[in-house]
T-cell receptor, first 115, second 113 residues
Framework: EDQVTQSPEALRLQEGESSSLNCSYT??????LFWYRQDPGKGPEFLFTLYSAGEEKEKERLKATLTKKESFLHITAPKPEDSATYLCAVQVVNAGGTSYGKLTFGQGTILTVHP | ETGVTQTPRHLVMGMTNKKSLKCEQHLGHNAMYWYKQSAKKPLELMFV???????ENNSVPSRFSPECPNSSHLFLHLHTLQPEDSALYLC????????????FGSGTRLTVV
């Protein structure tokens, strides 16, 4: 069974204090790993897609990396506006190389950045 | 505005009511999805539509009935729900099923009383 586990469940940082969020996954065949940001009362907002081990993507203070077992979302010098829940999800392919649109999500990491 | 619009934003319904959730996307995408987000639980896939055809029903109870009249519109018809069905219901779309960079709507917060 495909599984996605995110840690920590919650993270409190001071403004400017860099840190990383972890997403560990166990899947039969990975098509892609996705990071989303979700603000309270809103739907998830797409951040990054990573397809293969060693790949990295950056956007402002965020950097996502991927290995064969896990992904990290590094936050450099965070600001209070970075406070949100960060979700990780995987899309799996079957033996024939087809995916069916399903994303399997982790439970998320609630990030709070204090000024 | 994200390009995926969900209405209503909030809904309170009794267990004997019938209601519908609506989702509309203006992105030209061909795949649309319903997800359920409950407190303390990961997002759960409910249904997948690709080119208006339902391609996945993730063991969802029959009290939830989806409808996709065209690639831009998706409905979730609700009847005889239970209090444990209270959750945030999210609609999403993607260019096709193989592209996982969904665009989500803001969701409908459903409370069953």
């Amino acid at each position: 069974e495909d599984q996605v586990t995110q840690s920590p469940e919650a993270l409190r940082l001071q403004e400017g204090e860099s840190s990383s969020l972890n997403c560990s996954y166990t899947v039969s065949g990975l098509r892609g790993l996705f990071w989303y940001r979700q603000d309270p009362g809103k739907g998830p907002e797409f951040l990054f897609t990573l397809y293969s081990a060693g790949e990295e993507k950056e956007k402002e203070r965020l950097k996502a990396t991927l290995t064969k077992k896990e992904s990290f979302l590094h936050i450099t010098a965070p600001k209070p506006e970075d406070s949100a829940t960060y979700l990780c999800a995987v899309q799996v392919v079957n033996a024939g190389g087809t995916s069916y649109g399903k994303l399997t999500f982790g439970q998320g990491t609630i990030l709070t950045v204090h000024p | 505005e994200t390009g995926v619009t969900q209405t209503p934003r909030h809904l309170v319904m009794g267990m004997t009511n019938k209601k519908s959730l609506k989702c509309e996307q203006h992105l030209g995408h061909n795949a649309m999805y319903w997800y359920k987000q409950s407190a303390k639980k990961p997002l759960e896939l409910m249904f997948v539509y690709n080119f208006k055809e339902q391609t996945e029903n993730n063991s969802v109870p029959s009290r939830f009935s989806p409808e996709c009249p065209n690639s831009s519109h998706l409905f979730l018809h609700l009847h005889t729900l239970q209090p444990e069905d209270s959750a945030l219901y999210l609609c999403a779309s993607s260019r096709d099923r193989d592209i996982g960079g969904y665009t989500f709507g803001s969701g409908t917060r459903l409370t069953v009383v």
